[in-house]
């Protein structure tokens, strides 16, 4: 009868903590940049996207998704989810992503990064009217990525710093990211220094005329990317001059472009071809041995 209790207690923690997830703020007081920021961080679940979104994000934070400890191979990954720097698709572009990861033994770490003020309570609309011209959508944009990039660039910084005491290997941390979240993906590595770069990336459908910084890293930085060939934002071209430059600078580059799937597959199943990144995406991990 014990034992049996014991399996069944067991088995409850193992489901309760597969996912165990806690939240770390990247600023001790007000994130540096945004003090005058009065407004609060909403939710969105009723609108034209359809899906969960975070938006007028205020205090950074990044919160922790830990595999299961019989799983865990010491790879982290940190992403940051996108949405034009207006919003975050926390949920197909984030969370799902995290337990994706987590199912293949890689902790993960959803990055809320500070993004432009929505003055309204319908972020999708709102944003869907400024993105009918990119050039006005970039200056408004611009300051907020450059705050969004601190933010990332932090993010680093705290699962370095803390790897040893989450039992994670500090040389083996990526960064990842959605649309906007890609183009800060490649923001925090080509403006890092040797203490907070990422040792891989994988840019998805990124938007690359906001990326800032221009230096591609001299030692080895292994990148995977991913679009559709049908973006309906014209991104597909984005990703191609990435790995053309990532192919230039002699670094590890895969490409995989998708027939269909559109901007902003995520972990959607969509029955199209890019519902299969996630499996290419695994390959590319075992190959570069950040699964063993």
Not at 86 to 101: C, R
Not at 114 to 135: A, G, T, W
Request: aromatic fraction near 12%; hydrophobic fraction near 40%; proline fraction near 5%.
């Amino acid at each position: 009868m014990k034992q049996v209790l014991f399996f069944c207690i067991m088995v409850f923690l193992n489901v309760s903590f597969a996912y165990s997830q806690e939240r770390f703020s990247l600023y001790p007081g007000k994130a540096p940049g945004s003090e005058s920021w009065a407004w609060k961080e909403a939710e969105s679940s009723s609108n034209g996207f359809n899906t969960r979104l975070v938006y007028n994000v205020v205090e950074p934070s990044i919160t922790a998704y830990f595999p299961e400890k019989s799983k865990a191979n010491g790879t982290s990954v940190i992403i940051a989810p996108g949405g034009a720097f207006h919003i975050l698709s926390i949920d197909s572009e984030g969370m799902e992503v995290a337990k994706w990861l987590n199912q293949h033994g890689i902790a993960a770490f959803v990055l809320k990064y500070r993004l432009v003020h929505i003055l309204s309570n319908d972020p999708v609309k709102e944003l869907s009217v400024k993105m009918q011209d990119f050039n006005k959508l970039d200056v408004i944009n611009a300051p907020v990525v450059e705050l969004a990039t601190q933010d990332g660039l932090k993010a680093m910084d705290y699962v370095r710093q803390h790897a040893n005491a989450w039992g994670l290997n500090p040389q083996k941390i990526g960064f990842m990211g959605f649309s906007a979240g890609g183009t800060l993906t490649m923001s925090v590595l080509q403006t890092a220094s040797d203490a907070n770069r990422p040792n891989f990336v994988a840019p998805i459908y990124l938007y690359k005329k906001a990326v800032l910084g221009t230096q591609i890293p001299s030692h080895r930085t292994p990148i995977f990317i991913a679009a559709a060939s049908d973006d309906q934002l014209g991104l597909a071209t984005h990703s191609v001059e990435l790995y053309l430059e990532w192919l230039k600078a002699k670094q590890p580059a895969e490409l995989h472009m998708y027939t269909q799937g559109g901007h902003g597959f995520g972990m959607r199943k969509m029955n199209t071809p890019s519902d299969y990144w996630t499996v290419d995406f695994e390959h590319w991990l075992r190959f570069h041995q950040y699964i063993p």
